[in-house]
């Protein structure tokens, strides 16, 4: 029986920035890997092409719900809306802090490094974001640089949806 090779998704109901989430989940389907969308919503969630609407998803699993041992990695799509309103949920941010504990891959753009934040987890470590991210990150004790992707330990970050090249390259070779 072939091993089963998924990543989480990890997703508020809108404001998700469209690119950062199917330009990950598309190069982790063409590497052999199974994303599945998980969200505190149900239903169908909203992404967005900065502040024009996108496209809706389906959500396969609230993170309620969620088992860390499920899943292989986690991917932490951006957009300003989705990373405010994740950091603000509970299960979200345990699910967060449980998978960077795991030690398994976690990668996560833009705006989702609140979510890291939120979590507790940048402390002592080295990570990017958007730009204007770069006090919250000092101030949870982490290391914040202006690079396109930087990979720290078993995370992996990134600034906007430029670097989505850069950072689906290193979520890829952290996944072997």
Known sequence: ????????????????????????????EEAGWDPVLLSPATGKVQAYNHLDPGDMFEVDEPVADAAVDTYDALVLPGGVANGDELRTDRDAVAFVR???GSGKPVAAICH????????????????????SLQTDVRNAGGTWVDEEV???????????????????????????
Not at 121 to 127: A, P
Not at 150 to 176: M, Q
């Open 1 to 28: 029986m072939a091993e089963s090779r998924t990543i989480a998704f990890l997703v508020a109901g809108e404001g998700i920035e469209q690119a950062e989430l199917t330009g990950p989940w598309q190069a982790a």
């Open 98 to 100: 449980e998978f960077i």
């Open 112 to 131: 989702a490094i609140w979510s890291l934040v939120e979590a507790d987890v940048v402390r002592g470590r080295t990570l990017t974001s958007w730009p």
């Open 150 to 176: 930087v990979v720290d330990g078993n995370l992996v970050t990134s600034r906007k949806p430029d670097d989505i090249p850069a950072f689906n390259r290193e979520l890829l070779a952290l996944l072997g």
